[in-house]
């Protein structure tokens, strides 16, 4: 049985260092021990005060105050997790690679890389106790679509010189997996009750044979895959083409869809992902890694390399810079009428949504 052990975390108000030129930082920088040394890859609230936060070698963090205090979660994994999803207060997962303890892979195997396969964490009771299923590929498992659970679908990718990957989805929470290509990797998936978006590279390797017919080869620039069946099916995204990496997205009902990625490029679709077009103003100039929408404003965030932060308060329509830390950051998540961020070397930071205008 696992515990959660109890840390002992100072909520404190630090002034951050401002990696960017424009207003005065609204962001507070949360101290928790546990994290001090650890790259933070994921964070998910589920409301103002519950939420989780996940990272090297098994690491999992959890608050019920909304990021005052914090709880080390026994995961029993050494994976790297890459990210968090809960749909509730109980129900949730959590997914990354990197576990000398895994199996070796099958399926979709990339020689040159550490032969083990993939990590699935799920817990039914809020993370007090983990389950563990095995992914069977040795890529870079870097996000976990849980919405329609027991039906998952995890995004992969080979690494930078090999961003490539397979449709990977459960129809169990995890026990048996099946796969099949789409030619190009995948960083973050979500969904809107039955249509799902999924955002990551253009096609950058080749294959010999018999000619692919696949439409999701044919577009090797369309980094943008969209299903209308709950992931079951895709097609390619018009208007979504181009030579960098998408690595975040965003969605909300009544609200566009939002993609960020390489150079800080923002992308927006009105149609819940099967037509996108340029956006952001040119406001970001590095990579953007993670996005996310307020729940109860048109008030939108990205975060990304080198303390990159910009936001939108109309709806996506104008974006703005908000200086932050000079800390890579991975990851964004709402909780409630607030904003958590994550990143490299334990950065946990909070702002309020009202601070953002």
Known sequence: ??????????????????????????????????????????????????????????????????????????????????????????????????????????????????????????????????????????FDI??????????????????????????????????????????RALFDIRSLDKQWIAVGSPVMVGFTGPPITDATYINKACRILFSKDAGETWDVSKGSEGKGILRGLAVKKGAPAVAVGDQGSIMLSEDNGENWKAAGNNAAKDTLRGVVWSPTAPLVVAVGKNGAVVYSADGAKTWKVSSATPATLTSVSAAGDAFIAVGEKGTLLRAEAKDLK
């Open 142 to 183: 870097t996000c976990v679509e849980s919405s329609a659970a027991p039906v998952v679908q995890v995004g992969a990718s080979g690494g930078a010189e090999h961003p490539d990957s397979s449709i990977t989805r459960s129809h169990d929470g995890g026990t048996k997996w099946n796969a099949y290509r789409c030619y």
């Open 1 to 138: 049985m696992s515990r959660i052990k109890p840390v002992l975390a100072v909520f404190t108000v630090l002034a951050a260092a401002a990696a960017y030129a424009g207003e005065p930082s609204v962001w507070t920088h949360l101290k928790v021990a546990d994290a001090a040394e650890a790259n933070l890859y994921g964070v998910c609230f589920v409301d103002a005060k519950t939420g989780w936060v996940v990272g090297d070698k098994g690491l999992c963090l959890a608050t019920k105050d909304g990021g005052q205090t914090w709880a080390k979660l026994e995961t029993k994994s050494a994976a790297n997790l890459r990210c968090v999803r809960f749909n509730d207060a109980n129900i949730g997962f959590a997914c990354g690679d990197g576990d000398s303890a895994a199996p070796p892979p099958r399926g979709h195997i990339l020689f040159g890389r550490p032969m083990t396969s993939g990590t699935l964490l799920s817990t039914a009771d809020g993370g007090k106790t983990w389950k563990c299923n095995w992914i069977p590929t040795n």
